[in-house]
C-alpha cells in the first residue's frame, strides 16, 4: 500500500536559518509522482513542485530545493535563508499511477514556524 | 486566470441537518477531486470525476455523502444528516488530463470548513 510519512510533525526555527523537511513514501509501482505543498493559515493548498520517479535530479527554485533519492525513498524539502512568509504547513503527497485515478496520498504534514 | 473556487467558506450546522457545498473548477480542467481534511492531519480522498463521471469513491464516502459534477463544470458535495465526525475542512482540487498517466497536478481550492454542532 502506499503510504507518506512525514515525522518531523513541528518546526520552529529563527528567520535565516536554513530548514529541512523530510518526507519518507511507500509504494510498490515503479511509476509514480512526488509533490509538495504548502498550507498557509488561510487554508489553501499551494503546489510548490511535482517530481516523477524517473528524475532524481535535485531541484531548485529560488530559497526553494528538493532532495530526490529513490534508493532511501525520501523526497526532502529546504527551504535556505527561512522567512516569517515561510511560516505554514507543509505537505509532501505521493500520486499513484495506473489506477483509476491520480488521487494524491498525503503525509500529515510539518507545521514550520519562522520566528522573527 | 482564476482558481478553483469553492463555496461557502464556513458553514456551521447542527447535528442531523443536510449540507451542501460547491466547487467551481479551473475552467480548463476536466478532472475533479474531493478531499476532507481533519485537524492535524493531511488531506483524504473522497471522490473523483472525469468530466461528468464519477469514477472512484473512497470507503470513507459513505451513503450519506453523494456528489454531483452535471455538464462536467461545477461539482457539488451533498452531506445528508450530518454528525459531529463530518466536522472537517472539505477541499477541492481540479487537475487537466495530459499525455501520460499521472503527469497531472492538481490545483486546489481554498476549502469548506464545515462545524456540526
Known amino acids: 500500500a502506499q503510504k507518506v510519512t512525514q515525522a518531523q510533525t513541528e518546526i520552529s526555527v529563527v528567520e535565516k536559518e536554513d530548514v529541512t523537511l523530510d518526507c519518507v513514501y511507500e509504494t510498490r509501482d515503479t511509476t509514480y509522482y512526488l509533490f509538495w505543498y504548502k498550507q498557509p493559515p488561510s487554508g489553501e493548498l499551494v503546489f510548490l513542485i511535482r517530481?516523477?520517479?524517473?528524475?532524481?535530479q535535485n531541484e531548485i527554485s529560488g530559497r526553494y530545493s528538493w532532495n530526490f533519492q529513490k534508493s532511501t525513498s525520501s523526497f526532502n524539502f529546504t527551504i535556505t535563508a527561512s522567512q516569517v512568509v515561510d511560516s505554514a504547513v507543509y505537505f509532501c503527497a505521493l500520486s499513484e499511477v495506473g489506477g483509476a485515478t491520480n488521487k494524491l496520498i498525503f503525509g500529515t504534514g510539518t507545521l514550520l514556524a519562522v520566528q522573527p | 486566470d482564476t482558481g478553483v473556487s469553492q463555496d461557502p467558506r464556513h458553514k456551521i450546522t447542527k447535528r442531523g441537518q443536510n449540507v451542501t457545498f460547491r466547487c467551481d473548477p479551473i475552467?480548463?480542467?476536466?478532472?475533479l477531486y474531493w478531499y476532507r481534511q481533519t485537524l492535524g492531519q493531511g488531506p483524504e480522498f473522497l471522490t473523483y470525476f472525469q468530466n461528468e463521471a464519477q469514477l472512484e469513491k473512497s470507503r470513507l464516502l459513505s451513503d450519506r455523502f453523494s456528489a454531483e459534477r452535471p455538464k462536467g463544470s461545477f461539482s457539488t458535495l451533498e452531506i445528508q444528516r450530518t454528525e459531529q465526525g463530518d466536522s472537517a475542512m472539505y477541499l477541492c482540487a481540479s487537475s487537466e488530463s495530459l499525455a501520460g498517466w499521472g503527469q497531472e497536478t492538481q490545483y486546489f481550492g481554498p476549502g469548506t470548513r464545515l462545524l456540526v454542532l
Open positions: 475552467s480548463e480542467h476536466n478532472r
Open positions: 517530481r516523477n520517479s524517473f528524475d532524481e
